[in-house]
């Protein structure tokens, strides 16, 4: 098919956006596509493609955006319950460590998850991810994390799996065993760490081939106190590498322990939250290929005030994400509409820089960058057609959907083609 028309197409073309590259939309107005049997084949001016194959099924894009879909490249998709109590909670003065310190936070929503069916999982998860899609999500990043023991982590890790054939994303997957330290080991994060170490980690490396032949997921850590020091993070993320997992660090949400500069040292795909990270640690990020993923939608959903400090990520020639953190506790936001507008306003972003942020560098988050993430030829034709003009409505509007349809994989959903 030929979309033709848009009043912009934005290809991203030219590779994951370093430093202040970042916001190279690769615009071409009056734009057009061209995606055969799921791959885009060419992107240029309208009047030129349309010379050039006038024989081509055509879809008219006049006077909307033509873009990349949305990729995020950090979620906590998969739970069971909800933490409406918690908010009210916060509300009343309660901080988010308090909260996880009193047995709440994500101890709560283990609890859940661990009496949650294979099926009840699935069909909770289900809804978030169409949802996610309907904003114009077309690949996302899934982490488990709300099991804390061998069984319902992998419980987790299946759902995302027969998630990722039944649902029309894509599904990146993450192992977040590391996510807290479960009740059975209270009080003893060391213990945990040598479990996840020295069973966990190589017991995953036997069971994931047996159950599908995609690569296998990261492994990610919660560096913050509370969760794993530093030296513990080093331990997980150096036991998943010598059995071949990549690898991705929660780092600096609350305190700054030196994740980010562990994660650029052991070239991790990311380094996520970033936001009390010192000048120090975001250099050793700007120096490296580990991207900084920012997860503005959580401290909004916290109402706190501090963010990643993305001009200083930015200044120091670092590689910047956005993603929605799509969680129970903090961050319940299927949008990466709403995560664009929020990295506009609080990391004072540029309409440009966000979706940058939020396709091509995300993609580059996730391993994903040489597959989708931008319109260029040989790519998956997962792209978007927005009811705007001008791609600067993206950032400047926030709580509707400006989504007109998804097109993933060549094929049409939710719009006038589905």
Not at 80 to 92: H, P, W
Not at 96 to 112: C, D, K, N, P
Not at 290 to 301: K, S, Y
């Amino acid at each position: 098919m030929l979309i033709h028309s848009a009043s912009q197409v934005l290809t991203l073309a030219g590779g994951p956006q370093r430093g202040d590259r970042l916001g190279d939309l690769g615009l071409i107005q009056d734009g057009a596509v061209l995606f055969r049997d799921g791959r885009i084949l060419e992107t240029g001016p309208s009047q030129e493609l349309l010379r050039k194959y006038p024989d081509e099924e055509k879809q008219d894009a006049a006077g909307k955006v033509v873009m990349p879909g949305f990729v995020d490249p950090h979620t906590h998709v998969i739970w069971a319950g909800d933490r409406s109590a918690e908010f009210e909670k916060r509300l009343g003065g309660k901080t988010y460590l308090e909260i996880l310190e009193e047995g709440g936070g994500i101890i709560s929503t283990v609890r859940a998850t661990r009496k949650a069916s294979l099926k009840d999982l699935k069909d909770q998860t289900r809804d978030r991810i169409r949802n996610m899609f309907k904003y114009g999500t077309t690949t996302l990043e899934a982490k488990s994390g709300y099991g804390l023991d061998q069984e319902t982590e992998q419980k987790m890790l299946q759902a995302l799996l027969e998630l990722d054939q039944e649902e029309v994303p894509d599904i990146v997957i993450t192992y977040l065993g590391a996510h807290a330290v479960p009740p059975e080991y209270a009080g003893n994060p060391t213990g945990y760490a040598d479990l996840l170490s020295q069973e966990l980690i190589p017991s995953l490396a036997s069971w994931w081939p047996t159950r599908t032949d995609k690569p296998l997921p990261y492994v990610d850590v919660f560096c913050e106190r509370g969760a794993f020091d530093l030296p513990q993070s080093r331990q997980i993320l150096e036991a998943a590498r010598e059995h071949g997992f990549p690898t991705k660090i929660h780092a600096d949400e609350f305190e700054n322990l030196g994740g980010a500069n562990l994660a650029a040292e052991l070239g991790s795909a990311s380094a996520d939250h970033l936001v009390v990270t010192s000048k120090e640690d975001i250099q050793a990020l700007g120096k490296s290929d580990t991207v900084a993923v920012a997860l503005p939608c959580t401290p909004f959903g916290l109402a706190e005030p501090e963010y990643t400090p993305a001009k200083e990520i930015l200044d120091a020639g670092g590689l910047l994400a956005i993603a929605t953190d799509i969680n129970p506790g903090t961050a319940w936001c299927e949008s990466m509409q709403f995560a664009a507008a929020l990295a506009c306003r609080y990391m004072k972003l540029t309409p440009n820089q966000a979706i940058a942020a939020a396709t091509i560098n995300a993609a580059a988050a996730i391993g994903m960058d040489g597959i989708v993430g931008s319109l260029e030829p040989g790519k998956r034709a997962d792209l978007l057609i927005m009811d705007i003009p001008d791609y600067r409505h993206i950032g400047y509007r926030f709580g509707t959907n400006l989504v007109r349809s998804v097109v993933k994989k060549g094929q049409f959903y939710l719009g006038e083609e589905a």
